[in-house]
Protein backbone atom coordinates (compact mmCIF):
# COMPACT_ATOMS: atom_id res chain seq x y z
CA UNK A 1 0.00 0.00 0.00
CA UNK A 2 1.91 3.21 -0.78
CA UNK A 3 1.00 6.02 1.93
CA UNK A 4 1.93 8.91 -0.52
CA UNK A 5 1.22 10.35 -4.08
CA UNK A 6 3.67 9.17 -6.55
CA UNK A 7 4.87 12.01 -7.99
CA UNK A 8 7.80 13.52 -9.02
CA UNK A 9 9.53 16.02 -5.89
CA UNK A 10 11.59 16.18 -3.08
CA UNK A 11 11.74 13.49 -0.34
CA UNK A 12 9.45 14.31 2.96
CA UNK A 13 11.80 16.57 4.68
CA UNK A 14 12.67 14.11 7.86
CA UNK A 15 13.51 11.54 5.75
CA UNK A 16 16.39 13.35 3.17
CA UNK A 17 19.60 12.54 5.78
CA UNK A 18 18.55 8.93 6.41
CA UNK A 19 17.99 8.30 2.80
CA UNK A 20 21.28 9.61 2.18
CA UNK A 21 23.09 7.70 4.49
CA UNK A 22 20.62 4.73 2.75
CA UNK A 23 21.96 5.66 -0.57
CA UNK A 24 25.74 5.60 0.13
CA UNK A 25 25.65 2.41 2.75
CA UNK A 26 26.34 4.57 5.79
CA UNK A 27 22.89 3.92 7.39
CA UNK A 28 22.76 0.68 9.74
CA UNK A 29 20.38 -1.24 12.04
CA UNK A 30 17.65 0.92 12.36
CA UNK A 31 18.15 3.97 10.58
CA UNK A 32 18.85 1.43 7.67
CA UNK A 33 15.47 -0.62 8.09
CA UNK A 34 13.33 2.68 9.08
CA UNK A 35 14.94 4.86 5.38
CA UNK A 36 14.29 1.32 3.29
CA UNK A 37 11.02 0.63 5.23
CA UNK A 38 9.50 4.56 4.40
CA UNK A 39 11.13 3.94 1.33
CA UNK A 40 9.49 1.42 -0.20
CA UNK A 41 5.30 3.27 1.05
CA UNK A 42 6.46 6.63 0.14
CA UNK A 43 6.72 6.91 -4.11
CA UNK A 44 8.71 10.31 -3.41
CA UNK A 45 11.40 8.99 -0.96
CA UNK A 46 11.47 5.79 -2.96
CA UNK A 47 12.11 7.69 -6.17
CA UNK A 48 14.59 10.31 -4.44
CA UNK A 49 16.47 6.78 -3.15
CA UNK A 50 16.66 4.68 -6.60
CA UNK A 51 17.59 8.29 -8.42
CA UNK A 52 20.42 9.07 -5.22
CA UNK A 53 21.70 5.45 -5.91
CA UNK A 54 22.15 5.93 -9.63
CA UNK A 55 24.13 9.22 -9.15
CA UNK A 56 26.47 7.76 -6.50
CA UNK A 57 26.95 4.94 -8.69
CA UNK A 58 28.07 6.89 -11.86
CA UNK A 59 30.05 8.90 -9.71
CA UNK A 60 31.95 5.81 -8.58
CA UNK A 61 32.60 4.51 -11.53
CA UNK A 62 33.53 7.87 -12.81
CA UNK A 63 36.67 8.39 -10.25
CA UNK A 64 39.63 9.23 -12.47
CA UNK A 65 42.57 7.44 -13.12
CA UNK A 66 45.76 10.12 -12.29
CA UNK A 67 47.97 10.55 -14.67
CA UNK A 68 50.88 8.33 -14.08
CA UNK A 69 53.76 10.17 -15.68
CA UNK A 70 52.48 13.00 -13.38
CA UNK A 71 52.49 10.44 -10.10
CA UNK A 72 56.13 9.36 -11.23
CA UNK A 73 57.51 13.08 -11.33
CA UNK A 74 55.23 13.76 -7.69
CA UNK A 75 57.04 10.18 -6.20
CA UNK A 76 60.40 11.58 -6.78
CA UNK A 77 60.01 15.51 -5.95
CA UNK A 78 61.50 17.65 -3.65
CA UNK A 79 59.74 15.94 -0.50
CA UNK A 80 62.18 13.19 -0.54
CA UNK A 81 65.03 15.41 0.40
CA UNK A 82 63.23 16.16 3.41
CA UNK A 83 62.96 12.57 4.12
CA UNK A 84 66.97 11.81 4.39
CA UNK A 85 68.13 14.72 6.64
CA UNK B 1 62.79 -1.15 9.33
CA UNK B 2 59.62 -0.41 7.24
CA UNK B 3 57.37 0.99 10.56
CA UNK B 4 58.61 2.39 14.00
CA UNK B 5 56.64 3.14 17.22
CA UNK B 6 56.27 7.08 17.33
CA UNK B 7 58.31 8.59 20.40
CA UNK B 8 56.67 5.88 22.00
CA UNK B 9 53.13 6.13 21.55
CA UNK B 10 51.14 2.61 20.55
CA UNK B 11 50.29 4.13 17.38
CA UNK B 12 53.18 2.52 14.37
CA UNK B 13 53.06 4.92 11.67
CA UNK B 14 54.72 4.07 8.86
CA UNK B 15 57.62 5.44 6.99
CA UNK B 16 56.55 8.52 4.50
CA UNK B 17 57.69 6.82 1.47
CA UNK B 18 55.27 4.00 2.56
CA UNK B 19 52.55 6.65 2.99
CA UNK B 20 53.19 8.60 -0.19
CA UNK B 21 52.50 5.33 -2.21
CA UNK B 22 49.31 4.62 -0.70
CA UNK B 23 47.94 8.21 -0.62
CA UNK B 24 49.55 9.59 -3.69
CA UNK B 25 46.45 9.23 -6.36
CA UNK B 26 44.18 10.21 -3.67
CA UNK B 27 46.24 13.05 -3.16
CA UNK B 28 46.40 13.77 -6.84
CA UNK B 29 42.81 13.18 -7.75
CA UNK B 30 41.57 15.26 -5.11
CA UNK B 31 43.86 17.92 -5.94
CA UNK B 32 42.50 17.99 -9.38
CA UNK B 33 38.80 18.89 -7.95
CA UNK B 34 40.08 21.45 -6.06
CA UNK B 35 42.34 23.46 -8.15
CA UNK B 36 39.88 22.39 -11.60
CA UNK B 37 43.88 22.39 -13.31
CA UNK B 38 46.11 19.85 -13.75
CA UNK B 39 49.28 21.35 -13.75
CA UNK B 40 48.08 23.16 -10.41
CA UNK B 41 46.65 20.06 -9.08
CA UNK B 42 50.42 18.62 -9.46
CA UNK B 43 52.41 21.90 -8.21
CA UNK B 44 49.72 21.50 -4.53
CA UNK B 45 50.43 18.22 -4.11
CA UNK B 46 54.27 18.39 -4.83
CA UNK B 47 54.27 21.34 -2.29
CA UNK B 48 51.92 19.18 0.41
CA UNK B 49 54.04 16.20 -0.10
CA UNK B 50 57.11 18.44 0.99
CA UNK B 51 55.56 20.07 3.97
CA UNK B 52 54.38 16.86 5.41
CA UNK B 53 57.86 15.33 4.67
CA UNK B 54 58.93 18.46 7.01
CA UNK B 55 56.26 17.84 9.76
CA UNK B 56 56.03 14.18 9.37
CA UNK B 57 58.10 13.62 12.59
CA UNK B 58 55.77 15.57 14.66
CA UNK B 59 53.37 14.13 13.10
CA UNK B 60 51.07 11.64 15.54
CA UNK B 61 50.37 8.99 13.26
CA UNK B 62 46.56 9.23 13.41
CA UNK B 63 44.08 9.98 10.39
CA UNK B 64 46.87 10.11 8.35
CA UNK B 65 44.52 11.14 5.06
CA UNK B 66 42.98 13.89 6.33
CA UNK B 67 45.90 15.40 7.65
CA UNK B 68 47.26 15.24 4.31
CA UNK B 69 44.02 16.52 2.70
CA UNK B 70 44.08 19.32 5.33
CA UNK B 71 47.57 20.02 4.11
CA UNK B 72 46.72 20.11 0.49
CA UNK B 73 43.59 22.70 1.11
CA UNK B 74 45.32 24.68 2.94
CA UNK B 75 48.39 24.88 0.66
CA UNK B 76 45.63 25.48 -2.24
CA UNK B 77 44.02 28.44 -0.63
CA UNK B 78 47.44 29.69 0.43
CA UNK B 79 48.34 29.82 -3.64
CA UNK B 80 44.98 31.18 -4.46
CA UNK B 81 45.83 34.06 -2.13
CA UNK B 82 49.05 34.55 -3.26
CA UNK B 83 48.08 34.63 -6.46
CA UNK B 84 44.64 36.41 -5.92
CA UNK B 85 43.39 34.06 -8.72
CA UNK B 86 40.45 32.11 -7.95
CA UNK B 87 39.23 29.25 -9.92
CA UNK B 88 36.86 29.75 -12.49
CA UNK B 89 33.41 27.96 -11.50
CA UNK B 90 30.25 28.61 -12.94
CA UNK B 91 27.36 26.38 -11.64
CA UNK B 92 24.73 26.50 -14.39
CA UNK B 93 21.96 26.81 -13.92
CA UNK B 94 19.93 22.93 -13.06
CA UNK B 95 16.45 21.74 -13.38
CA UNK B 96 14.82 19.08 -11.77
CA UNK B 97 13.02 17.18 -14.31
CA UNK B 98 10.60 14.41 -14.04
CA UNK B 99 10.23 12.54 -16.80
CA UNK B 100 10.89 8.85 -15.68
CA UNK B 101 12.80 8.23 -19.60
CA UNK B 102 16.05 10.50 -18.49
CA UNK B 103 16.53 8.34 -15.26
CA UNK B 104 16.22 5.09 -17.54
CA UNK B 105 18.90 6.90 -19.93
CA UNK B 106 20.87 8.30 -17.27
CA UNK B 107 21.55 4.49 -15.55
CA UNK B 108 22.46 3.27 -18.99
CA UNK B 109 24.32 5.56 -20.45
CA UNK B 110 26.24 8.62 -18.66
CA UNK B 111 29.35 8.65 -19.13
CA UNK B 112 32.44 9.30 -17.16
CA UNK B 113 33.88 12.53 -18.74
CA UNK B 114 30.09 13.76 -17.92
CA UNK B 115 29.47 12.87 -14.15
CA UNK B 116 33.59 14.40 -13.80
CA UNK B 117 32.29 17.66 -15.86
CA UNK B 118 29.40 17.99 -13.85
CA UNK B 119 31.13 17.11 -10.83
CA UNK B 120 33.66 20.14 -11.17
CA UNK B 121 30.56 22.56 -11.80
CA UNK B 122 30.13 22.30 -8.53
CA UNK B 123 30.62 25.13 -6.28
CA UNK B 124 34.20 24.26 -4.52
CA UNK B 125 32.61 23.37 -1.16
CA UNK B 126 30.19 20.89 -2.45
CA UNK B 127 32.66 19.33 -4.87
CA UNK B 128 35.17 18.91 -2.17
CA UNK B 129 32.93 17.20 -0.21
CA UNK B 130 31.44 14.74 -2.96
CA UNK B 131 35.07 14.06 -3.96
CA UNK B 132 36.15 13.25 -0.27
CA UNK B 133 32.97 11.11 0.12
CA UNK B 134 31.62 9.78 -2.90
CA UNK B 135 34.91 9.10 -4.68
CA UNK B 136 37.30 8.82 -2.77
CA UNK B 137 35.35 6.94 -0.07
CA UNK B 138 36.18 8.97 3.23
CA UNK B 139 34.04 8.79 6.05
CA UNK B 140 32.25 11.59 7.21
CA UNK B 141 34.11 12.18 10.13
CA UNK B 142 37.42 11.79 7.82
CA UNK B 143 36.14 14.46 5.81
CA UNK B 144 34.96 16.70 8.40
CA UNK B 145 38.82 16.65 9.88
CA UNK B 146 40.30 16.94 6.48
CA UNK B 147 38.39 19.92 5.93
CA UNK B 148 38.50 21.26 9.71
CA UNK B 149 34.33 21.50 9.68
CA UNK B 150 31.88 20.20 11.78
CA UNK B 151 29.96 16.51 10.86
CA UNK B 152 27.03 18.66 10.43
CA UNK B 153 28.40 21.01 8.13
CA UNK B 154 30.22 18.26 5.89
CA UNK B 155 26.64 16.23 5.78
CA UNK B 156 24.87 19.57 4.67
CA UNK B 157 27.44 20.02 2.04
CA UNK B 158 27.67 16.65 0.93
CA UNK B 159 23.49 16.47 0.63
CA UNK B 160 23.39 19.40 -1.40
CA UNK B 161 26.35 18.78 -3.56
CA UNK B 162 24.62 15.69 -4.59
CA UNK B 163 21.15 17.05 -4.87
CA UNK B 164 23.01 19.43 -7.39
CA UNK B 165 25.14 17.09 -9.70
CA UNK B 166 21.98 14.42 -9.75
CA UNK B 167 19.75 17.80 -11.04
CA UNK B 168 22.90 18.68 -13.49
CA UNK B 169 23.45 15.01 -14.64
CA UNK B 170 19.60 15.10 -15.08
CA UNK B 171 19.92 18.36 -17.27
CA UNK B 172 22.70 16.67 -19.07
CA UNK B 173 20.90 14.00 -20.55
CA UNK B 174 17.82 15.88 -21.39
CA UNK B 175 20.11 17.51 -23.81
CA UNK B 176 21.55 14.45 -25.21
CA UNK B 177 18.06 13.25 -25.81
CA UNK B 178 17.11 16.49 -27.31
Known amino acids: MKLHEDTEGPPCSHMENLLHQAADGSAKGWKKWYALSHAGQCGRCGRFLDRLRMTLSAVQMSKPVPDPEALDRLKSGKWKEETKK | MPFSIFQGSRISKP ?88 W ?11 VLA ?28 ALEISEGTINSRLHRGRNLLRAQLAHAMSEDIH
Not at chain 2, 15 to 24: I, K, N, Y
Not at chain 2, 123 to 131: H, I, S, W
Request: negative net charge; charged residues 30%; hydrophobic residues 40%.
Open chain 2, 15 to 102: RFETVVDQELPILYRVAVRLTLNETRAEDVVSQTLYLAARSWDQFDGRHVRSWLIQILRNEHLGQIRKSARQPEVTLEEVHELSEEGY
Open chain 2, 104 to 114: MKIDQQLDHIQ
Open chain 2, 118 to 145: AIDRLPEEYRLAVALCDIEGLTRQEAAA
